[in-house]
């Protein structure tokens, strides 16, 4: 196991390195990440590389045995390279100031062609040094809306994506419907790159700008990975670091894992400004996410330890959470984790991202935990890297994701409240849960879900429709089916559309609900329940109702139906009864619910079993804040 440490040699007096270097080693620390952030330093004039300060840290660190991830410093760039023309990335009002980081645009030939000197350079200097094992690309891509660009190269290269992908602009008027308001074109030239406009763009345009941006930003890493295997060592390999949030972003992180021998993904449960961290099961949410990127296990490039923030600084984790929070990636499949970072920084924008020694330069709490972890994580040493194969999937697309965020319809929507709705009803039975991206092969579940997947295509419908036919459990949310791949209502077709057998239902009428606002549910036994954010009104045809409105206008209509082993969820229902569902439907697959205390998470590895209390008061006979590890074998 890589037990990394985020290591920034450049913000301090080298007289420090051994003192650092010995306390890693002290700490049990065994790989150093560093580079990320310090292109002035390596290029500090145009094509004048000099790499003899890195040469010094890394002949150090391989005097203390350590080994080297080394970032790839693009994230943020020299001065003079900022005073060029069209490198500065545009949000609408020109080009933003340097002063920050991220502020490249993905499209600029200027940037592009010095990143791509950098990174050549860099590569061949290091290509044959063993200690540098692994190439981090950039820095958490699209982070901090840095993949929105409105510049000139951008319009350019938007009209050029999308005469690529329609080829005539007659083909592109009509399937974007641009008759609407008059809006058709005659010529690619004529299409302005969205800034803003009065009211709204037509939604198919839209979505097509945010390909257009989450292409733009794929090509960009994409260039650094071909890149870095053009000259890189055989003994070394290539990653990026994602940053948290990814199914809130428009950038596909699937499509940039595609060029990445593995994924490596920066945990912070809790921000600055943040009162209190994220919950158990949206934390865990993230983590499973990172690792269906790539269907493998990860690695942590930075875990959280003390407070974080640039300008606010937020919730404090508690003696013992950082811990828990490692332990618990540990568990949803992080490998190799490096804490974030060696020391906070008492210059620049990071001084309030405390780490792991205090700006007194003393070891202290933080220090302790961390070598704890990197003690005790050495009973599940020969586990680690053992796959893990859940029977529940999670889908999700970006085409829908932009969707949604184009026409939320409901002003109580928000996408990952309804996306982690449905993982919360199966993470509450301590099960493993894979979230992955649609188009993969999905033979080996039992259980697949689809939260709020309006847009579904033919080729979806009839991947669902044989998962169907072998005897899966599938399970849709509301708003299900309505639309095709250019972000179109289906025509023709009674919602949900191409679902609509599979489920056995139609679904007359739709509304969406007002923010804090219930509908009345009730089940056959006369439970009532409250449902929130939308109302799809069903008529099953085949299903049976298990859940109907109670509502004088339009009564008799159903909400929650199942058809076979086909569930339709017309409204969002609360955790209360999304837990019994989800108990019976693990039951009727052969899988077994695991009961735990709210707020304690078990997770059943190959070999080892981790119990976590996340809670800040005992439960059952745990301990606030604890891990209880059993090992199997
Ligand atoms: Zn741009």
Known sequence: ????????????????????????????????????????????????????????????????????????????????????????LDHGHGPVSHGGRREYCYNSPTYQYHVCNMVTALVKHYALEPAVVSWQIDN???????????????????????????????????????????????????????????????????????????????????????????????????????????????????????????????????????????????????????????????????????????????????????????????GHGCNNLYYFRERGMDKGQEQFCYGLIGHDNQDNRRVTEAKRFFKDIDQLQSYLDRPINNKIAILYDYDNISSWRIQPQSKAFNFMEEFHRLYAMFHHWN??????????????????????????????????????????????????GIKNQDNNIHFGLTNPCLIAEMCGITIEEVEALPPHTNCTLVDDEGNHYDGQVWRDLIRPTTATSLLTYQDEFFPGYSAVTKNDRIYYLGTALPSDYLNVLAYQILVDQQLQPITSSPGVEIINRDGFTMTLNHQLSYQDEFPPLTVTLNVKE
């Open 431 to 480: 099960i493993g849960i894979d979230i992955i991206p649609v188009g993969r092969d999905l033979s080996q579940y039992q259980i697949i879900v689809l939260p709020v997947m309006q847009i579904i295509d033919n080729t979806l419908a009839q991947q669902l429709e044989s998962m169907r036919q072998a005897g899966k459990t599938i399970i849709f949310g509301f708003r299900s």
């Open 140 to 330: 958490e891509v699209g982070h901090e809306s840095s993949d929105y660009c409105v510049c000139d190269h951008c319009q350019r290269a938007f009209r050029d994506f999308l005469q690529a992908k329609y080829q005539s602009v007659d083909v592109m008027n009509q399937r974007m419907g641009l008759i609407f308001w008059g809006h058709e074109y005659t010529s690619f030239e004529q299409v302005m790159i969205p800034k803003t406009t009065i009211t709204c763009f037509n939604p198919s345009l839209m979505l097509d700008f945010y390909r257009f941006r989450s292409v733009s930003a794929v090509r960009y890493i994409n260039k650094q990975a071909q890149l870095i295997r053009e000259y890189k060592g055989d003994h070394q390999s290539v990653t990026h670091d994602f940053e948290g949030g990814g199914l809130t972003k428009l950038i596909d992180f699937s499509e940039v894992a595609k060029e990445l021998d593995f994924v490596c993904y920066n945990n912070y449960p809790v921000w600055g400004g943040l009162d209190v961290p994220g919950s158990p099961s949206e934390i865990a949410l993230q983590l499973d996410y990172i690792r269906g990127l790539k269907g493998q296990l990860f690695t942590i490039t930075e875990q959280l330890m003390g407070a974080q923030g640039h300008t606010m600084i937020g919730y404090l984790p508690r003696p013992n959470q950082a811990y828990l929070w490692s332990m618990q990636a540990i």
């Open 1 to 88: 196991m890589d037990k990394g440490i985020d290591y920034y040699p450049e913000h301090w007096n080298y007289n420090l390195i051994d003192e650092d270097l010995q306390r890693f080693v002290s700490w049990g620390i065994n790989l150093i990440r560093i580079g990320e952030f310090a292109w002035c330093m390596m290029e500090s004039e145009p094509g004048s590389y000099d790499f003899s300060f890195f040469d010094q840290v890394i002949s150090k660190a391989k005097q203390y045995g350590l080994r080297v991830m080394f970032g790839t410093p693009t994230a943020t760039f020299p001065a003079w390279l900022a005073a060029k023309p069209g490198v500065l």
